[in-house]
């Protein structure tokens, strides 16, 4: 089983970029479907973005409110993730977590191994 750590959050102003990296350890990486989702002060977790197994599909996913902004990849060879933000708004200020699971992604409730998660604050 891979384990997963988070780096690249920190403070920006509204309408910048970030890049948000997720260190994989373990495991075969291109065996597991990654994810990146987040948690807001007094929200509830939600999806932001997945990426297949790469012996699956490869395919992308993101939900509708940073689809065109944000862009998930992966490198295998390097067993990293990736999720590069643009256009950021104050409404993406978040705490971000990386996910993993083995095999296809099947939807966003089955991911089962998680990073500590990083801090993205979007304000001026």
């Known amino acids: 089983q891979v384990q997963l750590e988070e780096s690249g959050g920190g403070l920006v102003q509204p309408g910048g970029s970030l890049r948000l990296s997720c260190v994989v350890s373990?495991?075969?990486?291109?065996?597991?479907?990654q994810a990146w989702f987040r948690q807001a002060p007094g929200k509830e977790r939600e999806f932001v973005a997945a990426?297949?197994?790469?012996?699956?599909?490869?395919?992308?996913y993101y939900a509708d409110s940073v689809k065109g902004r944000f862009t998930i990849s992966r490198d295998n060879a390097r067993k990293m993730g990736y999720l590069q933000m643009t256009s950021l708004k104050p409404e993406d200020t978040a705490v971000y977590y990386c996910?993993?699971?083995?095999?296809?992604?099947?939807?966003?409730?089955?991911?089962?191994?998680w990073g500590q998660g990083t801090q993205v604050t979007v304000s001026s």
């Open positions: 996910a993993a699971k083995w095999g296809p992604h099947k939807g966003t409730s089955e991911y089962n191994i």
């Open positions: 373990g495991g075969t990486f291109s065996g597991y479907a």
């Open positions: 990426i297949d197994a790469t012996w699956s599909s490869g395919a992308t």
